[in-house]
């Protein structure tokens, strides 16, 4: 199993951007899927982005195509998240998480991700 550690969370202003590591220990971090998720007060848990191992597929939610950009450096065990052109809405904790090699169309169901991290908070001012 793998234990995750989020970090670049924190306050900023509508339209700024943040950029949101997650790194990994453990073995064999390149096999594993990895996504981020996150959960605004009172909603439920929501998938934001997803990469394949190889760094060859990534996947969205319509809420931040086009302004979120997900990445992974398999050298450094580490999962990005960069976020461009915030927006309050956006304003939540955020979790990355660990799934095994290949999860085809389940990449946004969040029960099928092995490893949770401890989740950041971002938050989004007006």
């Known amino acids: 199993q793998v234990q995750l550690v989020e970090s670049g969370g924190g306050l900023v202003q509508a339209g700024g951007s943040l950029r949101l590591s997650c790194a990994a220990s453990?073995?064999?971090?390149?096999?594993?899927?990895m996504g981020w998720f996150r959960q605004a007060p009172g909603k439920e848990r929501e998938f934001v982005a997803h990469i394949s191992w190889s760094s060859v597929n990534t996947y969205y939610a319509d809420s931040v195509k086009g302004r979120f950009t997900i990445s992974r450096d398999n050298a450094k065990n580490t999962v990005y998240l960069q976020m461009n052109s915030l927006k309050p809405e956006d304003t939540a904790v955020y979790y990355c998480?660990?799934?095994?090699?290949?999860?085809?169309?389940?990449?946004?169901?969040?029960?099928?991700?092995?490893?949770w991290g401890q989740g950041i908070q971002v938050t989004v001012s007006s």
């Open positions: 453990g073995r064999s971090f390149s096999t594993y899927t």
């Open positions: 998480a660990a799934g095994p090699h290949y999860l085809g169309s389940d990449y946004y169901r969040g029960e099928r991700y092995n490893s």
